[in-house]
């Protein structure tokens, strides 16, 4: 998955359906998106670490 790609924001739209609770405030420099942090506050930003890390885990196992 690239960052800023069409499946990366899939992603992160997903990750905000499931996560309403939490504060969803993204970082405005993109350039953070590449070195993860992708949320302001730093809890939000370890959840969907843990997300994406099964993303990636499922996509491994299962289209591969």
């Given at each position: 998955?690239?960052?800023?790609?069409?499946?990366?924001?899939?992603i992160l739209s997903n990750?905000?359906?499931?996560?309403?609770?939490?504060r969803l405030d993204r970082?405005?420099?993109?350039?953070?998106?590449?070195?993860?942090?992708?949320?302001?506050?730093?809890?939000?930003?370890?959840?969907?670490?843990?997300?994406?890390?099964?993303?990636s885990f499922g996509r491994?196992?299962?289209?591969?």
């Amino acid at each position: 998955m690239t960052i800023g790609s069409k499946e990366h924001y899939e992603i992160l739209s997903n990750f905000e359906k499931n996560f309403k609770e939490m504060r969803l405030d993204r970082e405005k420099n993109i350039d953070l998106w590449k070195i993860g942090q992708v949320y302001e506050n730093g809890e939000t930003n370890k959840m969907y670490q843990a997300f994406i890390m099964g993303y990636s885990f499922g996509r491994a196992k299962y289209l591969n």
